[in-house]
């Protein structure tokens, strides 16, 4: 096994335990969320069927249903814990919106149950780094798509929380941050994966904290434990703890702990499959990176 493979259960555990503390926390997440429907403005697209990939506690859900109140929302999270909460805020804006349908879904985006040609806007804020196989992913993603459909997601970069990680390095010999893939890898996974005019741009967002212990409760606090193989099954020592800090510290800047996300922004359509003279389909089935 991959040490840096995600364990989905622990995964799914850690998102629906966190589901109560999630929204207090997830500052970033949220402002992802805006900056990614500022892209959609310059859009031209009217969706019946929207499915949001890794939807959460369900604030983009509300915020595409206000967008698009005549379309239908698929909410789908791995975590039931975090659908539930995303339940437990839908009383006001669905009396507000009372004519769309929405629908909520517990199933992994990695292994969609949903119907081939079936969605004219695929949605996912910060999810698909949780997926083992990214370019199979994108696959799926492009078959529930109808053509002319636009993907649009978030995801985060190799530099993210850089800081954290050089802050770990040689602390022990365990794991303790997930692998981002980079956002030229992602572009050829699109374009690989039947996607056409695939845009990618990038950007760096800095949070700041007062200690380590604040940057790690925040993690948690949404849910983002480290669940790679590679993890310790154990409490971090002591001395470990103290490397950790010390380490940490030695980057703090204008008084205070940076934590840097590189988030990548991507959006691509599903093209027409293209055709041989008798009229059969050519459609990729597999493709090597």
């Known amino acids: 096994m991959d040490e840096f493979e995600i364990d989905k259960r622990a995964m799914r555990n850690a998102f629906s335990k966190a589901a109560h503390t999630y929204d207090e926390a997830a500052v970033l997440q949220r402002e992802v969320c805006s900056r990614m429907l500022e892209r959609l403005e310059y859009i031209k697209l009217q969706p019946q069927r929207i499915l949001d990939a890794g939807s959460g506690t369900g604030w983009g859900t509300r915020q595409l249903m206000a967008k698009y109140p005549g379309a239908q929302m698929i ?3 791995i975590a039931i814990g975090m659908l ?31 119907a081939s040609n079936s969605l004219e806007l ?25 053509v002319d459909g636009l993907l649009m997601f978030s995801t985060f970069g190799p530099d993210t929380l850089k800081e954290l990680r050089q802050a770990f390095h040689g602390v022990d010999t365990h794991n303790h941050l997930n692998r981002f893939a980079d956002m030229h890898d992602i572009g050829d996974m699109l374009s690989h994966g039947g996607f056409a005019e ?25 849910g983002a434990n480290n669940a790679t ?13 103290k490397s950790l800090v010390e380490n940490y510290e ?4 204008d008084g205070k702990l940076p934590a840097t996300y590189e988030v990548i922004y991507g959006h691509a359509w599903k093209p027409q499959a293209k055709k041989l003279a008798d009229g059969r389909a050519i459609i990729k089935t597999d493709f090597k990176l």
Not at 84 to 113: H, N, Y
Not at 206 to 217: A, G, K
Not at 250 to 253: I, S, T, V, W
Request: net charge neutral.
């Open 75 to 77: 909410s789908l999270d």
């Open 84 to 114: 539930q909460a995303a339940r437990g805020q839908t009383g006001w804006w669905q009396k507000i919106f009372s004519s769309q349908q929405a629908a909520m879904l517990c199933a992994d985006v990695e292994a969609l149950p949903i």
């Open 122 to 146: 695929v949605w996912s804020n910060l999810a698909v780094q949780w997926c083992n196989d990214l370019p199979a992913t994108i696959v799926g993603l492009h078959r529930v798509l109808k």
């Open 198 to 222: 695939p845009v990618m741009d990038m950007e760096y967002l800095t949070l700041t904290y007062e200690d380590v212990r604040s940057v790690l409760h925040d993690l948690k606090a949404i």
């Open 229 to 241: 193989a590679g993890r310790s099954q154990g409490l971090m020592g002591k001395q470990a703890w």
């Open 250 to 253: 030695a980057l703090r800047k």
